[in-house]
């Protein structure tokens, strides 16, 4: 069985400031794909960034990079000079590269306030 | 361009009746996906199409789920002798079709079973 876990349901941050969200995940694949994505109140799921099992380095969008561990099965969130449009559920998630179906955490909901 | 769309945004129905959610997804795209989002969960996976058949049902709970893709671009689900436990958002999502390729989500569809 393959499964995310995010150990988090709840974190807070002051604006301006770093948080990081943690997930682990199990597979007994060695080609995978992992994702973080930000669901605010309205629903949408929005992708905030993706990272290559094969790719040693990191993946960076603008505030937001990751800190992949891959013998440890470890992906955490860091999202930087945080901001008030940023409060919303993450999710972290998976597919391999022979199932295409996303195994989602239960999610991490992040409130950043003034 | 036009993002994955959802209809209806929002479906109340009684017990027992049958109900259809439509999935549009962003043109050009191969892959579409359907997954249930329960309150405080993340999404499970139900079916996944490659063009216009089924490649993965696996997560269909039972047979009273089903869904069809017959032109390969816009997906009905559909859901018979609805339960109070099918009760959820459904959403669904698109990609190019790779493995490991980013899947876009539409705002998904909220089923209440009454």
């Known amino acids: 069985a393959q499964t995310v876990t995010q150990s988090q349901p709840e974190m807070s941050v002051q604006e301006a400031e770093t948080v990081t969200l943690s997930c682990t995940y199990d597979t007994s694949e060695n080609n995978y794909y992992l994702f973080w994505y930000k669901q605010p109140p309205s629903r949408q799921m929005i992708l905030v960034i993706r990272q290559e099992a094969y790719k040693q380095q990191n993946a960076t969008e603008n505030r937001f990079s990751v800190n992949f561990q891959k013998a440890a099965k470890s992906f955490s969130l860091k999202i930087s000079d945080s901001q008030l449009g940023d409060t919303a559920m993450y999710f972290c998630a998976f597919c391999t590269n022979s199932g295409y179906a996303l195994n989602f955490g239960k999610g991490t909901s992040l409130l950043v306030t003034p | 361009g036009a993002g994955v769309s959802q209809t209806p945004s929002n479906k109340v129905t009684e017990k027992g009746k049958y109900v259809e959610l439509r999935c549009d997804p962003i043109?050009?795209?191969?892959?579409l996906y359907w997954y249930r989002q329960s309150l405080g969960q993340g999404p499970e996976f139900l079916i996944y199409f490659q063009g216009t058949g089924a490649a993965d049902d696996s997560g269909l709970p039972n047979d009273r789920f089903f869904a069809v893709r017959p032109e390969g671009s816009v997906s009905t689900l559909k859901i018979q002798r609805t339960e109070r436990g099918d009760s959820a958002v459904y959403l669904c999502a698109s990609s190019l079709g790779g493995a490991g390729d980013t899947q876009y989500f539409g705002p998904g569809t909220r089923l209440t079973v009454l």
């Open positions: 043109s050009g795209h191969t892959a």
